[in-house]
């Protein structure tokens, strides 16, 4: 049973950081070749508003409303995938 889960987790887990990769790759001042999970939106070229703009984007790719708290600690491709993985 547990494995079944860990393995359930697992497939959650790329699911969601495919999703995040995906629409950060598809964002017109992110190179594609530069997004990885410790990558930080500042170092992909991303400013506050275009920040904000992602977020609401995977939001709609999750189906998810996040509160304010979550939103504030989302700074890089690590923190959405942790952030939206609840959401999945």
């Given at each position: 049973?547990?494995?079944?889960?860990?393995?359930?987790?697992?497939?959650?887990?790329?699911?969601?950081?495919?999703?995040?990769?995906?629409?950060?790759?598809?964002?017109?001042?992110?190179?594609?070749?530069?997004?990885?999970?410790?990558?930080?939106?500042?170092?992909?070229g991303l400013d506050?508003?275009?920040?904000?703009?992602?977020?609401?984007?995977?939001?709609?790719?999750?189906?998810?409303?996040?509160?304010?708290?979550?939103?504030?600690?989302?700074?890089?491709?690590?923190?959405?995938?942790?952030?939206?993985?609840?959401?999945?």
């Open positions: 049973m547990f494995r079944v889960l860990l393995r359930f987790s697992h497939t959650k887990l790329e699911s969601v950081e495919a999703t995040v990769f995906e629409v950060l790759k598809n964002l017109p001042k992110v190179n594609p070749d530069k997004v990885s999970k410790t990558a930080t939106f500042q170092s992909l506050s508003l275009d920040t904000i703009d992602l977020i609401l984007d995977l939001e709609d790719k999750f189906s998810a409303k996040l509160t304010n708290k979550e939103v504030l600690q989302i700074n890089s491709v690590l923190d959405a995938i942790t952030i939206f993985f609840k959401y999945k």
